[in-house]
């Protein structure tokens, strides 16, 4: 049982493009909701977050955008650099736990 | 503050064999996590301990599973007569307000 989604397993953009990763979630008592960055040998970095009160949240390239009613959030990065190529992974949680569902990633090139 | 840091980085045993790894998460984080990663999967929840209690445990980990955190600070993960299922990343993170995960440890079991 899949709560959350990740439907594309890979991604390949232009460096200075718009790179957008998407993510669906089954749950409807996820109310936190983060995507994290992956290199090769190393554990998952924290990128940015939003809350479920929330329908965007923007952190310099960074912004992740949140369709509650579509259970859907995305992810996007613009300009794109190469220093970005990566595996993300999409995660939520649901109140009174600290326990993070993570779907199964997207690994996104970016090629100069 | 040198960030989670999980021993050994890789452990390769033969099935049958007891393994431990062992998590020393940043100091001041009273919460700390244990989740295993598979190949073409994201990380699943084990467990999750707050100071030296053990508060949830997934249904994942079997009775051949064993963590503690004795003094809520380091943590062990013992995994007890190895299976070749049982490869994968096992990943630990520790949390105040947010997680920070460490490295890794890559478990190949043959």
């Known amino acids: 049982d899949q709560q959350v989604k990740q439907n594309s397993p890979s991604l390949s953009v232009q460096e200075g493009r718009i790179s957008i990763l998407n993510c669906d979630y089954t749950?409807?008592?996820?109310?936190?909701f983060l995507w994290y960055k992956k290199y090769p040998a190393e554990g998952p970095t924290f990128l940015i977050s939003i809350s479920s009160i929330k329908d965007k949240n923007e952190d310099g390239r960074f912004t992740v955008f949140l369709n509650k009613s579509a259970k859907h959030l995305s992810l996007h990065i613009v300009p794109s650099q190469p220093g970005d190529s990566a595996v993300y992974f999409c995660?939520?949680?649901?109140?009174?736990?600290?326990?993070?569902?993570f779907g199964t990633g997207t690994r996104l090139q970016v090629f100069p | 503050d040198t960030g989670v840091s999980q021993n050994p980085r890789h452990k390769i045993t033969k099935r049958g064999q007891n393994v431990t790894f062992r998590c020393d998460p940043i100091?001041?984080?009273?919460?700390l996590y244990w989740y295993r990663q598979t190949l073409g999967q994201g990380p699943e929840f084990l467990t999750y301990?707050?100071?030296?209690?053990?508060?949830?445990k997934s249904r994942l980990l079997s009775d051949r599973f064993s963590a503690e955190r004795p003094k809520g600070s380091f943590s062990t993960l013992e995994i007890q007569r190895t299976e070749q299922g049982d490869s994968a990343m096992y990943l630990c993170?520790?949390?105040?307000?947010?997680?920070?995960f460490g490295s890794g440890t890559r478990l190949t079991v043959v």
């Open positions: 301990f707050q100071n030296e209690a053990q508060l949830e």
């Open positions: 993170a520790s949390s105040l307000n947010g997680y920070t």
């Open positions: 995660a939520a949680s649901s109140p009174n736990t600290d326990k993070l569902i």
């Open positions: 749950n409807s008592m996820f109310d936190y």
């Open positions: 100091s001041e984080h009273n919460r």
